[in-house]
RNA sequence: CGCGGGGUAGAGCAAUGGCAGCUCGCCAGGCCCAUAACCUGGAGGAUACAGGUUCGAAUCCUGUCCCCGCAA
């Protein structure tokens, strides 16, 4: 069961691997999306067709008793769970005799919930990896498998690269894990929930840039909120997303989300230090980088982005 | 038919009815120990496509294709 597209690397590799073949797929429901709202399916959906696994979309478990039946019809061994998006009443995670499994991409008990990649950034981390965990009730709450952490820095990442290496990794830890836990091999350990901390759903105005912040933060913003929310502002009525920055060190009296050239690079104050743009767009328009942006938009410059 | 912005020189943008321009890049030459710096000169456009209005259209109207913001 799963969504997004970290589920369907992990969906693709599974298969491939032919270790384990899936039986069923669950899914969300296909969703409107897109400029004319046409219905979209899920990037597991697309990966389950094109593997013809059987998919299925329920819109809530809670209270189902037909995908109950349904689920208990499978006889399923096991159920794995990646970045689903539904919560599974124990009715259902009590069905699969090996239990519930779920990946999530953090080290747990640390970032429960529902955005662990991007808090990883916002933190910035020294470390962070990927998690098995038996599933409870209570979300990424139950008793740990196997945890792998990743070998790349975090500082250097941004959502969709950590997002993709987190998925390998992960990917890894199921073939690697599976095996020995079928067998009965591994013994899961309680997490200590004195060290959870609990990461809550992005919003689209999670992505606003508040200019009074430290370039560093800033910047890490960017990074996690990178393609969704973005992080954005506005000059006059324009919506302004920057896309990619670097940290410009420099002290300054500027006022905070000022545009100004710095070596005719462009950068914006911050509440400390700088931030050069690298890779910035405007509403309406394509993607531009630094350069030209002072080219076509010289008259922005010196104003200051709210 | 969800709302909206846009397609102009290699790139990013101006020009809203009257000879199509700016910054950058490119080419040639110059300056300099040297340079992504500076100076001089130059090339490069059927203004996305098709039709219409007009003495005259990048600009107004109609249709088509493509890109993007919102929304989801």
Not at 150 to 176: G, R
Not at 196 to 224: L, M, P, V
Not at 252 to 259: A, E, L, S, W, Y
């Amino acid at each position: 069961m799963g969504t997004p597209e970290f589920s369907a690397l992990i969906l693709e590799k599974l298969i491939k691997s032919s270790l384990f073949c899936p039986q069923i797929v669950i899914t969300a429901p296909d969703k409107p999306q897109g400029r004319k709202r046409i219905l979209q399916p899920s990037p597991v959906k697309k990966m389950a067709k094109e593997a013809k696994i059987p998919v299925w979309q329920p819109v809530s478990f809670k209270n189902n008793k037909e995908i109950e039946k349904k689920l208990k019809e499978t006889k399923a061994d096991l159920f794995i769970v990646a970045a689903y998006g539904l919560i599974l009443p124990s009715k259902i995670l009590s069905i699969p005799y090996q239990g519930c499994l779920n990946v999530h991409p953090s080290l747990l008990p640390r970032h429960r919930g529902a955005s662990p990649l991007q808090q990883t950034i916002l933190d910035n981390d020294a470390e962070t990896g990927t998690t098995l965990i038996l599933m409870d009730e209570k979300v990424d709450h139950g008793p740990i498998i196997s945890q792998k952490k990743l070998d790349q820095k975090v500082e250097s990442m941004d959502y969709p690269s950590l997002n993709m290496a987190l998925a390998e990794l992960s990917t890894e830890i199921l073939l690697l894990t599976l095996p020995q836990f079928l067998n009965g091999l591994i013994k899961p350990q309680e997490q200590d929930h004195n060290l959870a901390s609990f990461t809550k759903k992005i919003k689209k105005e999670d992505g606003k840039i508040d200019w009074n912040q430290t370039a560093e933060k800033i910047e890490r913003a960017i990074r996690a909120y990178r393609p969704w929310p973005g992080s954005y502002g506005f000059l006059n009525t324009k919506k302004i997303t920057i896309i990619k920055v670097e940290l410009l060190k420099m002290k300054h009296r500027k006022k905070p989300g000022t545009i100004f050239l710095q070596n005719k690079i462009p950068a914006v104050a911050c509440g400390k230090d700088a931030l050069i743009l690298k890779e910035l767009q405007i509403a309406g328009k394509n993607t531009i980088n630094g350069k030209e942006f002072v080219n076509g938009y010289s008259q922005f410059l010196s104003q200051i982005i709210k």
